[in-house]
């Protein structure tokens, strides 16, 4: 692996290390745009920002799995950060959960080798995980709950104000439908929701950019991608389900995705049934008062 200053001369003063080797087409150029801009649309539309400038600068903890989702977040808050556009800090965070022939190297070199902030910390969640989930079960929901908690700590240790996560508008999608299909609610992830304990918020800054352009994008820098073997190992997971329809569904009519997701910011709650958002009853005055100014 190349180290920081042989990648700080190639790569000249205008560009971060995390975009060492970036391609030089077109095509690429305008992935990295797209990306840039949808993830500072997020920030902006959910307030993720503090704009007060009397108060402290804020410190994120950028979850960093080794997926293509997290290369992803933490290349496009980089660049955000290195253009004067995202005025916070950046401390990357792995959570090294024990799972067996876990590359335990990797992330450290990697980050290291690109002057990111990091912290490396373990947390036998694996174990956990595999003595309390019953043969058959998913893991996902109890290994989820452990990590948050283990980041939720780290982020107050180090003084963070916000838990950032590498969920894609596809996980977002994806998510709305296991509440439709399974919950019987109307929900999915929130772009960013403060804690139970109302001290830590967590982002989702990529909450826009679809999985194609994450992969895309993580393909074409060649980062160092780490497969999560807990989660990936288990067939007929429901998310896997989703995803397939809604695979199915973008190849019967492109830009499906996109209308889903445009429906998820358009919400109408008097076309909908939820009395605690619309006030049915109520419509009987409103039409009378209507009525009498006529």
Not at 21 to 31: D, I, N, Q, S, V
Not at 133 to 151: E, I, K, W
């Given at each position: 692996?190349?180290?920081?200053?042989?990648?700080?001369?190639?790569?000249?003063?205008?560009?971060?290390?995390?975009?060492?080797?970036?391609?030089?087409?077109?095509?690429?150029?305008?992935?990295r745009k797209r990306i840039i801009r949808e993830t500072?649309?997020?920030?902006?539309?959910?307030?993720?920002?503090?704009?007060?400038?009397?108060?402290?600068?804020?410190?994120?903890?950028?979850?960093?799995?080794?997926?293509?989702?997290?290369?992803?977040?933490?290349?496009?808050?980089?660049?955000?950060?290195?253009?004067?556009?995202?005025?916070?800090?950046?401390?990357?965070?792995?959570?090294?959960?024990?799972?067996?022939?876990?590359?335990?190297?990797?992330?450290?070199?990697?980050?290291?080798?690109?002057?990111?902030p990091h912290r490396i910390e373990y947390a036998d969640?694996?174990?956990?995980?595999?003595?309390?989930?019953?043969?058959?079960?998913?893991?996902?929901?109890?290994?989820?709950?452990?990590?948050?908690?283990?980041?939720?700590?780290?982020?107050?240790?180090?003084?963070?104000?916000?838990?950032?996560?590498?969920?894609?508008?596809?996980?977002?999608?994806?998510?709305?439908?296991?509440?439709?299909?399974?919950?019987?609610?109307?929900?999915?992830?929130?772009?960013?929701?403060?804690?139970?304990e109302g001290d830590l918020f967590v982002h989702r800054?990529?909450?826009?950019?679809?999985?194609?352009?994450?992969?895309?994008?993580?393909?074409?820098?060649?980062?160092?991608?780490?497969?999560?073997?807990?989660?990936?190992?288990?067939?007929?997971?429901?998310?896997?389900?989703?995803?397939?329809?809604?695979?199915?569904?973008?190849?019967?009519?492109?830009?499906?995705?996109?209308?889903?997701?445009?429906?998820?910011?358009?919400?109408?709650?008097?076309?909908?049934?939820?009395?605690?958002?619309?006030?049915?009853?109520?419509?009987?005055?409103?039409?009378?008062?209507?009525?009498?100014?006529?």
């Open positions: 692996m190349l180290d920081r200053d042989d990648i700080a001369a190639d790569a000249g003063d205008d560009i971060h290390p995390l975009f060492h080797g970036a391609p030089k087409t077109t095509e690429f150029r305008k992935l500072r649309e997020a920030i902006d539309r959910y307030g993720m920002v503090d704009r007060d400038p009397s108060g402290p600068r804020q410190r994120w903890l950028v979850c960093l799995s080794g997926g293509k989702d997290s290369y992803t977040l933490l290349a496009a808050l980089t660049e955000l950060q290195w253009r004067g556009l995202l005025p916070v800090d950046i401390l990357a965070c792995n959570l090294d959960q024990g799972q067996p022939g876990f590359p335990a190297t990797v992330l450290p070199e990697f980050l290291t080798a690109m002057g990111v969640t694996y174990s956990i995980v595999m003595d309390k989930v019953p043969q058959g079960r998913t893991y996902c929901a109890l290994c989820s709950r452990l990590r948050r908690g283990n980041l939720y700590r780290i982020a107050r240790e180090e003084g963070c104000s916000a838990v950032v996560l590498g969920h894609h508008r596809d996980d977002i999608l994806e998510t709305f439908f296991l509440n439709l299909f399974h919950g019987g609610k109307l929900a999915t992830m929130p772009p960013r929701l403060v804690n139970d800054p990529l909450a826009h950019v679809s999985e194609a352009d994450c992969e895309a994008f993580s393909r074409a820098m060649g980062y160092p991608i780490i497969p999560c073997d807990l989660c990936g190992s288990q067939d007929g997971l429901q998310r896997q389900v989703i995803k397939r329809m809604l695979d199915e569904w973008e190849a019967r009519a492109p830009g499906r995705r996109g209308k889903i997701f445009s429906a998820l910011m358009t919400a109408r709650p008097s076309h909908l049934l939820d009395t605690e958002l619309f006030d049915f009853a109520g419509l009987a005055q409103l039409a009378t008062a209507q009525n009498s100014k006529n």
